[in-house]
């Protein structure tokens, strides 16, 4: 298949979400920016359309997709009730990056939930992904448009590496603002209950509806018998190439640490990345040396992640090395990507001085 690039600027949007409009009604895919990542768009009540997307990502078909809208008033149609504070949390934070679970009206097929009674919908605020939606006037399942288990895509180049050939259009928008995955809230239970932490945080859910709970996967602690309520969790994701580790501990022990394994790793002609933090990456001695961001900034490294996981791919490091970071609120979301990414591989950098070494 020949896939259209197109780049977008304000005086082509019109006929740009035109065509696109054009290729989801056709039953086509379309990817598009919105202010988390990429979306790999389709229609969402279209079974061929999502079959199409999970082929084009390689995803395994009972992880659900998430139905992208215009406007709240399209809710209504996709869904069999929305509870008062799934009213509430719409009311509060779209458009913007909150995905709410409901139980799903008939009209959603069963391809698009991944086999669900649910259907998980959101409204981006991302000017050309409102563009686009509005147009068409469509429910647009929308994953991130990247092959399943590698990195989310924060520029169209991620896109293209990944998605040319295998669909129809890519809108190219530039670089997206957040860098990490929405916020998942189920809202069809008494207590709402994040399923996967994002840029709009507990915090902020908490002073809107008041209880939330977290679900047990958020931290990481699914096992294989265990049915994750967010199908997507039992999966290994948004990772890169080359084994990746990260690296707990205070800055100067992490720093020793790091500096210990490059130094091997140099004589021994081996490849390794590390993940740094603007405070400490003019420490290190050799190495691949990436800036994630900074610890008093978690939006930087949420920003810059998935881009220099991808650029590690590239240089085809043997093995990748993260400081950690993490915390409160947004760093929730930040620490959860990094542990996919490492594959929940965390070690302390005592211990890493003491059997590495
Ligand atoms: P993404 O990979 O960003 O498209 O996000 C899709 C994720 O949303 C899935 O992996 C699930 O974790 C979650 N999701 C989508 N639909 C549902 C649903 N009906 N119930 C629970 N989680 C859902
Ligand atoms: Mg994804």
């Not at 406007?71 to 209504?76: D, I, M, N, P, R």
Request: a negative charge; proline letters at 6%.
């Amino acid at each position: 298949m020949k896939t259209i690039i197109c780049s977008i600027q304000e005086e082509n949007v019109e006929q740009i979400a035109a065509k696109a409009a054009e290729i989801w009604k056709k039953g086509g895919l379309v990817a598009f920016p919105t202010e988390t990542v990429y979306g790999l768009g389709g229609n969402g009540l279209d079974k061929e359309a999502s079959r199409k997307i999970y082929a084009a990502k390689g995803r395994p078909s009972d992880n659900p997709l998430i139905l992208h809208i215009a406007a709240k008033e399209q809710v209504e149609a996709l869904v069999s009730k929305v509870s008062d504070a799934g009213r509430l949390l719409m009311e509060s934070f779209w458009p913007g990056p909150l995905t709410l679970i409901f139980p799903k009206a008939e009209c959603v097929p069963l391809e698009t939930t991944g086999g669900l009674n649910t259907v998980a919908i959101r409204m981006p605020n991302h000017p050309i992904a409102q563009a686009l939606l509005k147009k068409s006037g469509l429910p647009i399942a929308a994953p991130s448009a990247n092959v399943s288990g590698r990195p989310s895509p924060t520029l169209a180049d991620h896109v293209i590496e990944d998605m040319d050939g295998r669909i129809d259009m890519i809108v190219d928008g530039g670089e997206v603002g957040i860098g990490v995955e929405s916020t998942i809230v189920d809202v069809t239970g008494e207590i709402p209950t994040i399923l996967r932490p994002g840029y709009i945080t507990e915090e902020m859910l908490r002073n809107v509806v008041g209880e939330v709970d977290v679900d047990p996967a958020v931290a990481g602690s699914v096992s294989a018998e265990i049915k994750p309520k967010a199908p997507g969790m039992k999966y290994r994701h948004y990772a890169p190439k080359a084994p990746m580790v990260l690296v707990e501990g205070d800055d100067a022990t992490v720093v020793e640490a790091l500096n210990r394994i490059l130094a091997k790793a140099k004589k021994e002609g081996k490849k390794i990345g590390i993940l740094a933090s603007q405070e400490n990456a003019g420490k290190y001695q050799s190495g691949i040396i990436k800036v994630a961001g900074s610890h008093r900034d978690l939006t930087s490294v949420a920003h810059n992640l998935y881009r220099i996981l991808r650029e590690f791919d590239k240089e085809e490091v043997e093995k990748i090395y993260s400081e950690s970071f993490g915390g409160e609120e947004f760093g929730q979301a930040v620490m959860n990507r990094m542990k996919k990414a490492a594959g929940q591989q965390i070690i302390s950098a005592r211990t890493l001085m003491d059997t590495e070494m």
